[in-house]
T-cell receptor, first 113, second 115 residues
């Protein structure tokens, strides 16, 4: 079963604006990761945040993690047309001995030129 | 980062036939690999965990006799869709953890179309 829910399901913004996507999950986790998927393609790993971290940056990406609320957010600043893709959060549930990664429902991001 | 190669990238097969998809870790050894299925505009659903040298662990609702998984070496896992039907048409993706153990690397995916 899926671990995470993401909102919004779809987001359309103007190029240059910031995009924020949220992810909620159900169980305790070891870490949370964000991935990007271009249409019909494989996944690209964006950033990993561990359960003892609260915020992490990578270029134009900023990820926050609130384990008390079981939620995370991904902020993409100064969006570009190339950022158009689906974004998924993925968690490594604490109960899982196999460290399997469970994906959220995803957010489809469209950047308007 | 580590590379996971998946083959083929696209396959079209006739209903009732079997299709094998390969997942290789190119520059690292992977004792565990994961197989996911993704329907259009949906998220990735974990199908099974592939364990080198032992039986795969299937998620609830996934038919182990239909989706045969073999992980015979530390760099190769295969998923065979047996007696494929049109409803099996989907995007299948494999993944494996890199040597650091925290970041999972994904194959390019296989688009299966059953006609």
């Amino acid at each position: 079963s899926q671990q995470g829910e993401e909102d919004p399901q779809a987001l359309s913004i103007q190029e240059g604006e910031n995009a924020t996507m949220n992810c909620s999950y159900k169980t305790s986790i070891n870490n949370l990761q964000w991935y990007r998927q271009n249409s019909g393609r494989g996944l690209v790993h964006l950033i990993l945040i561990r359960s003892n971290e609260r915020e992490k940056h990578s270029g134009r990406l900023r990820v926050t993690l609130d384990t008390s609320k079981k939620s995370s957010s991904l902020l993409i600043t100064a969006s570009r047309a190339a950022d158009t893709a689906s974004y998924f959060c993925a968690t490594d549930p604490f109960y899982s001995s196999a460290s399997k990664i469970i994906f959220g429902s995803g957010t489809r991001l469209s950047i308007r030129p | 980062g580590a590379v996971v190669s998946q083959h083929p990238s696209r396959v079209i097969c006739k209903s009732g036939t079997s299709v094998k998809i390969e997942c290789r870790s190119l520059d690292f050894q992977a004792t565990t690999m994961f197989w996911y299925r993704q329907f259009p505009k949906q998220s990735l659903m974990l199908m099974a965990t592939s364990n080198e040298g032992s039986k795969a662990t299937y998620e609830q609702g996934v038919e182990k006799d239909k989706f045969l998984i073999n992980h015979a070496s530390l760099t190769l896992s295969t998923l065979t869709v047996t007696s494929a039907h049109p409803e099996d048409s989907s995007f299948y993706i494999c993944s494996a953890y890199g040597t650091g153990g925290f970041e999972a690397f994904f194959g390019q995916g296989t688009r299966l179309t059953v006609v």
